[in-house]
Nanobody, 115 residues
Framework: QVQLVESGGGLVQAGGSLRLSCAAS????????MGWYCQAPGKQRELVAQ???????KYADSVKGRFTISRDNAKNTVYLQMNSLKPEDTAVYYC?????????WGQGTQVTVSS
């Protein structure tokens, strides 16, 4: 069973930056998309950003122009560069890899932005 290991979360002041990483525990074939989701207390988990195997990206409106998703196919790793962070970005961030018949989630990493 493949696992996704996330890193890079933490506490940062408003206006600061963080870079999240999510790496698979072993090589995976047939990844269609890699994505980042966030879940704030009392709210549903929602898409932050996604990149497909073809390199197409999609972002939540709230992060456009501030966050950038990228992937390293050779390392089965996806990154989320988060700039100009706001207190409302505070949440647990989860990565997700999607294949044609499977989905794998990471364990989540906390991001806290202080005002």
């Amino acid at each position: 069973q493949v696992q996704l290991v996330e890193s890079g979360g933490g506490l940062v002041q408003a206006g600061g930056s963080l870079r999240l990483s999510c790496a698979a525990s072993r090589s995976i074939f047939g990844i269609n998309a890699m994505g980042w989701y966030c879940q704030a207390p009392g709210k549903q988990r929602e898409l932050v950003a996604q990149v497909t195997s073809g390199g197409m990206t999609k972002y939540a409106d709230s992060v456009k122009g501030r966050f950038t998703i990228s992937r390293d196919n050779a390392k089965n790793t996806v990154y989320l560069q988060m700039n100009s962070l706001k207190p409302e970005d505070t949440a647990v961030y989860y990565c997700k890899f999607t294949g044609s018949t499977w989905i794998v989630w990471g364990q989540g990493t906390q991001v806290t932005v202080s005002s």
